[in-house]
């Protein structure tokens, strides 16, 4: 029994001496537990990042966190890759590559972005971006500013199953007062449709010209 007691009394003084240990992570001003410390450094948990704002998602290869200003931060549920990923939706299978600086499309002698869209049809029947639900294309610069897409024409054709289509979209804030940043994100945003629930949303991370 003393023996016993000796013990427990070891394991609480070790795991008061490791809660001591941990330091004051604050995360958005919140302070987390949800931190380790090895070899000196520190490591939070993916949950304590998603706690505090962190968009966290499964990939194929592995996990991945976004950080986005709070100002701009977009919480909708979507699909997520990288510049240059095919991503799909079950409908659409879309890419956006070839990021570049543009002229604003609302005011040309302030700065924008240009970028290509590629798209293919996943369903069984001929359908149009619009069609099926595509209400929104945004690019956000990394200060968490809007840019909007200059309207485009190729959302209303109808592509053939399995078929497919590119668009070079240009990008602008509406402000002509405002400079953009650098470009962070690209979204594309569905609203349900033809009495169908909305498509899932696409959100890329851009790595910019």
């Known amino acids: ?22 330091p004051a992570v604050y995360l958005n001003g919140a302070r987390t537990t949800e931190v380790v410390v090895i070899q000196g450094k520190v490591y939070v948990a993916l949950e304590a990042l998603q706690k505090a704002g962190a968009e966290v998602s499964r990939r194929p290869d592995g996990w991945s966190v976004q950080f986005v200003p709070v100002g701009g931060r977009m919480r909708v549920e979507a699909v997520e890759g990288l510049q240059d990923d095919w991503l799909s939706n079950g409908v659409w299978r879309v890419r956006a590559s070839q990021v570049a600086p543009a002229p604003n499309p609302f005011f040309a002698s302030r700065p924008g972005y240009s970028l290509r869209l590629e798209f293919r049809n996943l369903a069984r029947t001929p359908e149009s971006l619009l069609t099926t639900g595509l209400d929104k294309v945004q690019l956000l610069d990394a ?32 402000d002509h007062n405002q400079t953009p940043g650098s ?18 949303h696409f959100r890329v991370a851009l790595r910019g010209p």
């Open 1 to 22: 029994m003393k023996r016993t007691l000796t013990l427990l009394g070891l394991s609480l003084a070790l795991l008061l001496g490791l809660a001591a240990s941990i």
């Open 183 to 200: 470009p962070a994100k690209l979204l594309l945003l569905f609203r349900p449709s033809g009495g169908k629930p909305a498509l899932p």
């Open 143 to 174: 200060q968490g500013n809007i840019l909007e897409a200059a309207d485009w024409t190729q959302r209303y054709d109808k592509i053939p199953p399995g078929g497919g289509a590119a668009v070079v979209l240009r990008f602008g804030l509406r």
